[in-house]
């Protein structure tokens, strides 16, 4: 399958579905807690803002405590004043965490990447981009179609290399006039338009409709390298 051009029309009107469905409205209020419950040293303040996020976006972190440990942890007070590359490193900072079980004893880790790059986005004033995996697979999907196979759709090592990514797809499409969390939305809202209506065509689950999504471009893409 071949994606869209990427053009003003194109991105606006994908844009204007976003913004159509409550997008907008569900991230401005996100963005007021955040404004609100904003110091960074509060457990509970931070347990909040992790638990609104965890709901909202549905990021299945089923114990909060060790997420709301390690950001309280690595975020400092004077975060406001932080450069793009201190929040993309904070997203890092955070997104790792370790507990031992309190019922079980056990010791377990987990990435959240995504949830991770989420705090991190509202944390910033939404000046980073979100990693999730249909913005991931979309972008990746666009390198393809012209022609670099740099990028996988595994997902990235960190979100680091991810938003290294992002920039490079910035330049490369000519979005540079946009603002990283326009794109963003045009990333996730174009995903989500496919899967969704891979998962009604073939009545299948989502994340069966990620995976032909990613067969039909890279189908669709190495047929072009043949020809």
């Keep these: 399958m071949k994606l869209l051009e ?19 409205l569900i991230n401005e209020s996100i963005s007021k ?6 110091d960074s040293s509060n457990k509970y303040e931070v347990a909040i803002n992790v638990a609104a996020l965890n709901k909202i976006y549905s990021t299945a ?28 490193e904070l997203v890092d900072n955070i997104s790792k965490v370790n507990w031992i079980s309190p019922t079980t004893g056990k010791e377990h880790s987990r990435c959240n990447l995504s949830f991770a790059s989420k705090y991190i986005h509202f944390l910033s004033g ?7 995996s ?11 179609q012209k ?10 090592v960190n979100y680091k290399y991810f938003y ?12 540079l006039n946009h603002s990283n969390y326009e794109i963003d939305k045009y990333l996730w809202q174009y995903g989500k338009n496919m899967l969704n209506d891979i998962v009604e065509d073939e009545s299948v689950s989502l994340n069966k409709a990620k ?17």
Excluded at 63 to 73: A, C, N, Q, R
Excluded at 126 to 132: M, N
Aim: net charge neutral.
């Design 134 to 144: 249909y913005i991931w697979i979309v972008m990746v999907g666009y390198f393809k």
């Design 211 to 227: 995976s032909i999504l990613k067969k039909r471009i890279n189908s669709c893409y190495s047929e072009l390298d043949v020809n």
């Design 147 to 156: 022609g670099n196979n740099e990028y996988s759709f595994s997902p990235p």
């Design 61 to 88: 972190i089923q114990y909060i405590t060790p997420v709301i440990d390690e950001i309280v942890l690595n975020v400092p007070k004077n975060y406001n004043s932080f450069t793009i590359n201190q929040y993309v």
């Design 164 to 175: 290294e990514t992002f920039k490079k797809f910035k330049l490369t499409f000519n979005l």
């Design 6 to 24: 990427i053009n003003e029309d194109s991105f606006n009107k994908i844009i204007a579905i976003h913004d159509s469905d409550g997008g907008n």
């Design 33 to 38: 807690l955040f404004d609100c419950m904003n």
């Design 126 to 132: 939404r000046k980073i981009p979100i990693y999730d």
